[in-house]
């Protein structure tokens, strides 16, 4: 008795949504990639049908609920290559929503570039009943495919450029995007070697400071290892220069003029001892 009661009230549930199957949308939350970078496409999928019934029973019988979900992206230009396999997201129930995350790899040309989000998945779409006394029940389900357009941005992306005067390296953003969460670790030469260098945020056409210790006057060649995040990604870049400093003189280059007065101090006296002897 109680087995045909539910499927008595999974039947009405079904009647009174039976128009309600899924309704997908596909939005873009971050698509712009750097150019020659590996970098991850940012979508928001979400199931915007609203007509479903819910019921207080032991089984729920929803036809808006998108199951089996798989997202597949395809470009449509060979300079943007998609690298994520087909993604299983599993099931989308009515009103929810899932950020996912595409990695692709962009080519040096800056542009735009179309990419379609495949979506396949199953819904319930009828229910079948038979016999008498003891009826046989059968769920219908039918296969969907949802094609959504969406455009990626590619673009210059920060790059980052070392440069010097004779108190600083100077960390300066060439490219067309803001490079967030920056930090230098100077690698060589030894005498200049420190980590942990913050830097926070360096917008385009900007440049951030970092002071040197005065040392003596030359050129010595300075590697930095320079960390950031570009949109979602973390990108790492080693970047070399040649600086000129100046500095305090050493205790070596005041031993010259110290010996200088030394000797002539002592030519001075032996000079006036051979006046006094005369």
Not at 80 to 92: A, D, K, N, T, V
Not at 203 to 232: A, D, W
Request: aromatic content about 4%.
């Amino acid at each position: 008795m109680m087995r045909l009661l539910i499927l008595i009230l999974a039947i009405l549930v079904l009647s009174l949504t039976a128009c309600a199957r899924p309704d997908l949308t596909v939005e873009s939350v971050s698509s712009e990639l750097d150019a020659g970078r590996m970098g991850s496409m940012v979508l928001s999928i979400r199931n915007a049908q609203t007509n479903a019934t819910e019921g207080n029973y032991p089984y729920t019988f929803n036809s808006s609920d998108a199951l089996s979900l798989v997202l597949r992206a395809v470009s449509h230009d060979d300079r943007l290559r998609i690298l994520s396999e087909s993604l299983h997201l599993g099931s989308l129930r009515s009103g929810s929503e899932i950020r996912v995350e595409v990695a692709a790899l962009a080519g040096e040309d800056v542009g735009i570039y179309p990419v379609d989000i495949v979506l396949s998945y199953m819904w319930l779409s009828g229910i079948e009943r038979s016999g008498g006394a003891s009826p046989e029940v059968y769920f219908l389900y039918e296969n969907s495919t949802d094609v959504f357009p969406v455009e990626v941005k590619v673009v210059t992306g920060p790059v980052l450029a070392l440069s010097s005067s004779e108190s600083s390296l100077e960390i300066r953003n060439l490219g067309d995007r803001t490079a967030k969460n920056v930090s230098v670790q100077i690698t060589a030469p030894l005498i200049l070697r420190r980590s942990g260098i913050e830097l926070g945020e360096i917008p385009p056409g900007k440049s951030k400071s970092i002071e040197i210790p005065e040392l003596e006057e030359e050129e010595l060649p300075v590697v930095c290892r320079v960390n950031y995040t570009s949109g979602f990604t973390e990108v790492s870049a080693e970047l070399a220069a040649v600086v000129r400093v100046r500095h305090h003189p050493g205790v070596s280059m005041l031993l010259v003029p110290a010996i200088a007065v030394a000797l002539y101090v002592v030519l001075r006296r032996d000079e006036l001892r051979r006046i006094i002897r005369r």
